[in-house]
């Protein structure tokens, strides 16, 4: 169905004969939460955040969406168009009006004819046993270590792969930066807790990590996000393992309302629910899956590539809570 095709619209009062020569895009795919959001009867909010690659939008309900270039990755909240983030004014007032997006400096969007992005996890008749998957995933980690680059949390996957892996027992994680080093002593108990199998207790490790680092989504979040994700959809496909604690990670996306930003709680929120990214969807299918349903050759560094394209440091950041989260499958012996 077309959007906005069955939605019921009130007009904001005094913008539209206010509104000089409108400069339109086209919305070509809309993430099915920035879907359900923006039919919304009436749905209207403010920009909070520009650039040049992605605006991000607060709804008078608290809701959060993206409207992204068309070379940004798919997301449930995002909205790939034509029209450049960079001429979304922060502070500029948005509402719905037809099948369009206005914003009051007289910028609009066409919505009508976007499709609607979605993915669905793993079923338990679709997954490889625990042992591939922890075997795949020491793949992708090696392809990761093996390429690694930046201060960010990427400087902890030694940490992932554990120090049994080098012949003197150390790990050779690198402690100069200053966010490793507020981040290393939870990632490290979360990571131990995970080989385990105690999915609970990795949770109560994760705390410390919520707003770490600076930027729009910090390092901790994003870290925190990528192991939720990963054990959100391990579990999933492995339902008979019971590891999942819904009012664990409710209580821990609750905390983080407090301790960070709203832009990153709401993506730090979808994580905790297995929705992100398009490549961190592909990567965990990869691990998750026999080959032929999504990625029949399954190239790790490829993965690892494209997780690590999302942002300046978020993909890396997310790639490592992902690994540290495949833990849980157990080792590949």
Partial sequence: MPFGADMVITEPTNRASAMGPITEGEAHLIGAKANCILHASGFNGRVIAAGSKAAYISGADGSILAICQLDQQPHPRA?????PPSQLEEGAG?????????????????????????????????????AEVARRSRQVLLAAMAVHHGDNLGLALPLIDGPSSRADGSSSVLTGSPLLAAAIEPIRIAVCNCRRGRF????????????????????????????????????????????????????LVCRASSLTNRISHALLSDLAVGQGFEALHDLVDGLLTGPGRFDPSFEPLVHVRRVTSIGSS???????????????AGSPD
């Fill in 79 to 83: 909205v790939l168009s034509t029209l």
């Fill in 94 to 130: 948005v509402w719905v009006e037809g099948r369009r997006l206005r914003f009051d400096n007289g910028v609009a969007l066409e919505l009508n004819y976007a499709e609607v992005w979605t993915r669905r996890p793993t079923e338990p008749s679709q997954g490889s046993d625990l």
């Fill in 200 to 251: 609970d207790l990795a949770l109560d490790a994760l705390e410390p990590l919520l707003g770490l680092g600076p930027g729009l989504t910090p390092s901790g979040d994003d870290f925190t996000g990528g192991l939720l994700f990963a054990a959100w959809h391990l579990d999933q496909a492995n339902p008979n393992m019971r590891l999942w604690s819904g009012e664990g990670v409710q209580r």
């Fill in 314 to 328: 978020s993909g890396w950041d997310m790639l490592a809570g992902v690994l540290a989260g495949m833990l849980l």
